[in-house]
């Protein structure tokens, strides 16, 4: 079992920065392949960014977040994070952190489908 609790969301104006932590609870933290999710009210979640539970190069991003947004992962503070650069108004939404056991390869990363486990959500809002 995995307890997932986000935080670090707020307002910011749009071309500003927000870094969003995700604290996971459990000992096997770092068996876990991790995710960061956002969703707008009357859209599906989406698939924002992951990482693998080793790091490194196995770390995966949407199209539309590339080259703004960096996952990365602290496995000793059992802890996952997700910096936010350059961000747009677009990127207003609730950002939900996930959890899966085992290694995934990028398809399987982006699939609400593969994790087992979610946190409540941190709101993000970017003002224009």
């Known amino acids: 079992q995995v307890q997932l609790v986000e935080s670090g969301g707020g307002l910011v104006q749009a071309g500003g920065s927000l870094r969003l932590s995700c604290a996971a609870s459990g000992h096997t933290f770092s068996s876990y392949h991790m995710g960061w999710f956002r969703q707008t009210p009357g859209k599906e979640r989406e698939f924002v960014a992951a990482?693998?539970?080793?790091?490194?190069?196995?770390?995966y991003y949407a199209d539309s977040v590339e080259g703004r947004f960096t996952i990365s992962r602290d496995n000793a503070k059992n802890t996952v994070y997700l910096q936010m650069n350059s961000l747009k108004p677009e990127d207003t939404a609730l950002y939900y952190c996930a959890a899966a056991l085992g290694y995934f390869g990028e398809d399987k990363s982006r699939s609400l489908k593969s994790y087992n486990y979610w946190g409540q959500g941190t709101q993000v809002t970017v003002s224009s």
């Open positions: 990482i693998s539970w080793s790091g490194g190069s196995s770390r």
